[in-house]
């Protein structure tokens, strides 16, 4: 009994673990980052509940300094297709977006955008890691369908580091 009442104290005076701060990348050149991207794992999100297969991410910059996204996912019911915008919130946001697959006539309204936040990058743009403040969301992307294992894992330790709960995680399949 004296070792319960000890657990039970040392749980309510021992504060939340320290994480670092979820930041995004210093420099997104949005040229560079257009192109086709696959998702090498991600957290459970509603929007994605019936991928069953590949899931791949197309950005297209547009002239009005807007990104076109194309998000696709193989299903049981077949192909699913979304068609979204993507923004920076501000003109020296780095790598912070807010992304919207809203019509574009509810697009004036601040509820649906959500972040989109380039946590990790590579110098080449060969592999990314997405996620937002709210550590609810994260991504891991690849311009090729799987990643090296040291990668995979480097980014993995990268997110645990910023506070994310990798337990849900979900790994596409060939992924180590």
């Not at 998702?39 to 300094?65: H, N, S, W």
């Not at 998000?71 to 068609?83: F, I, K, M, T, W």
């Not at 697959?101 to 590579?122: E, G, I, K, N, S």
């Not at 709210?134 to 894992?153: A, H």
Request: contains cysteine; aromatic residues 10%; neutral net charge.
């Amino acid at each position: 009994m004296r070792d319960v009442h000890l657990s039970l104290l040392h749980a309510m005076t021992s504060g939340p673990v320290a994480s670092a701060p979820v930041t995004a990348v210093a420099h997104l050149d949005l040229e560079r980052y257009a192109g086709t991207w696959h998702e090498i794992a991600r957290l459970p999100m509603y929007f994605q509940r019936k991928c069953t297969g590949a899931v791949t991410a197309t950005y297209t910059p547009r002239p009005d300094e807007t990104v076109a996204v194309e998000n696709r996912c193989d299903s049981s019911e077949g192909p699913l297709v979304a068609q979204g915008v993507a923004r920076r919130p501000e003109p020296f946001s780095r790598g912070k977006l807010e992304v919207s697959f809203a019509p574009r006539w509810l697009r004036w309204l601040p509820m649906v955008w959500a972040d989109y936040w380039v946590l990790a990058l590579d110098e080449d743009y060969q592999w990314a890691m997405v996620g937002q403040p709210g550590r609810k969301y994260l991504w891991i992307l690849s311009r090729t369908p799987t990643l090296s294992p040291e990668v995979f894992e480097s980014l993995k330790e990268k997110a645990l580091a910023m506070g994310y709960n990798l337990g849900t995680l979900i790994v596409a399949a060939g992924q180590e």
